[in-house]
Every structure is written in C-alpha cells, then in structure tokens.
DNA sequence: TTTGATATTGAAATTCAATATCATCTATTA
DNA sequence: TAATAGATGATATTGAATTTCAATATCAAA
C-alpha cells in the first residue's frame, strides 16, 4: 500500500470520516498520474473504470487530499484549477512549454536564497512563492504559430 | 494629455475604431488608479460619476486597452482577472501581502539573471515568466488570524 | 440481527466571473 | 438625407467551481 494511502486513512480517521471504495479508487487514479490534473481531467480518467463515481466525488476527494496534504493546487494561468502530488515532493517552481504544453519542475538553490534576500531587503515575511517561467524547446521552436 | 490617451486614440484609428467618450472616460478613471483592478472594481468606480456606462463596456475597454498595450492582466491567484499599467511600467514582479491586501512591485535583477542561466541549462526558451511571493509585515505579523 | 445516527454519494442546481448577443443608438460619410 | 459602420448597455450565455438534496451506505450499539 503506497504511503500515501495509509496517510489518507489516518487523516481520515482524524476527522471522522471513512475511507470509501470511491474515495481509494479516486486516489489510486491521482497517484498513478505524474501530472497536473484538473478536477474534469481526473473525472474523465476515473471514470473510464467506473462511470457510476460522480464529479461531485472527484470534486470533493481533492479537496480532502489537499488537506491530507497528499495533493496541492497549482495554478498555471489557465484559468482552470489543477492539482498535483504534494506527498514527498517538496517546494517547486516550473517551467511551462507553451505549445506542447509539457512542463518541468525545478528548483533553484541560488533563486530561492536571492528571493528570501529581496525580502529581507524590504522587510517582507515571505509564507510561500510561485514562479513560473513559460516558454519553448527547440522542436516547439520549429512549429508554426 | 496624457501620452497613454495619445497612444489609445493612435491604436484606435489604426483599428479603424473610434474615442468615444467612454472610452476616454475609463481610461481616465484605470490611468488615475494605482491599483490592480478587477472589471468590476473599475465598473464601480466608473459609475459613480457616470452611471450610464455599462460593465460591457468596461470589460471591452480594458481589452482594447491590453491591445494597446496601455493595461495588461495581472493574475494574482485570487481567482479574478486584473489590470494593471502596462505603459511606462517594465517587467516586475510581485511581493503580496496576504493579510493587507497591499503589494509592492519589484525586479530583482540577480534573481533574473538566475532564471536565464536556469532556462539556458534545460535547453529552454523563456518567453515570460511570473514571479509572486505571499506573505506578511510587521505589522500585519501583530494582527490575529 | 436490527436500529439509528451519521457520513457519503451522484445528479442536478446554483454561483460567479467572463464573455457573447442583440436591438438600439451615434457618428461619419456619400 | 440616407446609408453605413461602429458603439453601447441590457441581458443572456458560458463554463468551471461549488453547493444542495434526496437516496444510500456505514457502523457501533442495542
Ligand atoms: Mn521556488
Ligand atoms: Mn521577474
Ligand atoms: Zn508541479
Ligand atoms: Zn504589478
């Protein structure tokens, strides 16, 4: 059982709710897709295997894994709120590919320490950060528009 | 005149579109406000001296405007679209204060750097990118929740 | 087992900002 | 003047996010 299953059931029991067949089988689906999914993109994969789970319970199933701290939102400018696995991956930024819509997370060392300086600077207490950076590769290059 | 009402009655003649006094008028009341501005928000400034005008047009204008490049959208995660200067104002990035509401505009030019080395090294191609960070000052450190 | 309290579910409804539609209005030109 | 093109504001529509609600499932206690 993947960790984050037995962390879902703890957090679960913690607020006195249970885990459903509907509630593991949405889990499983998050866990074995290494992207960035809307709540629509995650009810379509779902319910390829089992057409009777609703988007209500897709819906509110992310929610519960964010506060379980297994998934988090991302917002990538479009428009549409996404989700990714938060579990075992810490802070990161991305690199967004505006036509082939691939993307790469990363982290740099030396921006993170010249963000907190910035802060620093002007008396800010950062919390958290986003950055994002959109952009091509080379084949993206090659396509028109 | 402002250079940005020069600018707008060029973009819309080369559009073959017209200054109306709308027109004019929301540009007066967006170019008076240093603010990130929400159609609405401009809406309800609007038509406190002139509440003939409708929130259609407001939201057109702000696009001509974006067109012109005299405004351009700013998303700060709040899940509204907003506006903010565009001429006379280069790249920047934001430090959001969560609490207050209040933000300030910055450019780190290390930090920049960084982001051109990190791109150059994945063999990407930066386009744009955004850089927002939330958190908190002295003040608003102090207050309760 | 049965029962009852409580949680869960899916369909459908609602919300809300963004955007499109459309029947006037208005300015400009033939 | 009449014709044309554009502009406007009220209203309708869209689409994602979220809520509602009646039906169903769960599970501990009787
Ligand atoms: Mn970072
Ligand atoms: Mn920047
Ligand atoms: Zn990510
Ligand atoms: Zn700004």
Known sequence: MAKEVSLFID???TKGLKLTKQREYILDVFLATERHLSVEDLYNIVKKK???IGQ??????LKLLCEADI???VDLGDKRIRY????GHGHHDHLVYIKCGKFIEVVDTGIERLQDKLCKRV???PKRHKMDIFGTCKQCQKKKR
Chains 1, 2 share one sequence.
């Open 11 to 13: 957090f679960l029991k």
């Open 50 to 52: 089992d057409s009777s």
């Open 56 to 61: 209500a319970t897709v819906f509110r199933t």
């Open 71 to 73: 998934a988090q939102e």
């Open 84 to 87: 990714e696995h938060k579990y």
């Open 123 to 125: 008396g800010f207490l």
